[in-house]
């Protein structure tokens, strides 16, 4: 699959906002000149579920998921693409958030399209990372630092406890001290505990080791904000409310809506 407007959910939006723009795949000249998007107006996202790599079943989830939470929280809109050569200056100047949901390996980018991401996010902009978001382009380092970290391995696939580090951010607000769940758990090359603000982290003893897991985060990129979520191995998590509420903030916040 080249390119895919998720029509449902710009028909959502569509319905209740009277235009559509943001879904359109070309960027013409007066979308360039766009702002980013004020309160009141949905958030415009563009989502990335290419592969370079290993490439997850729950990939066809995770769109649908995007797609029907579009429409029944009305607060953003999404259009999800894997034609890589559609991302410049122009066309991210579209949206208010890129979402790399479920990537992996080196993905082909231009220099020119890493410099436009990267300005894209500390121009003001944010940028969400879902799972193997963070087992992508170990070649380009500053994508290393947008996520905060590099997947090292995934020595856990089972039922674990997840502890919420922060129970006042809005992409944990309603999750509780803690929640258990089938995920296969990551570990990361480098802790990146002390350079971003964790949000979860793996119980250690809910799986028999010891140690300091962290799974979800966020850190400011310049003017910008980026949030990475290490869950969403299984199409079970992406259907799990618990993490399709942490999708919903992660996006509200990442757009500066919260
Ligand atoms: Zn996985």
Redesign the pocket.
Known sequence: MKKHVIGAACLGWALAAGACSSAEPTVGPSATSQPPASRGTAIRVLMITATAG?R?D?IPAARQVMASLSVSTGEFTVMVTEDLSTISTSSLSSYDVLVFA?TSGELEFSSAQRAAITEFVAGGRGFVGI??AS?TLYGWPDYGRLVGAYFKE?PWTQQGTVIVENQAHPATLGLGERFTLLE?F?TFQENPRGRVQVLLRLDPVSVGSAGDYPLAWVQSVGAGRAYYNAL???SETWTDQRFQRQLIGAIRWAANRA
Do not use: R, W
Request: aromatic share 24%; net charge negative; charged share 15%.
């Open positions: 290993f997850h729950s479920l799972h193997s087992d995934h296969e990551y969403g191995h299984f």
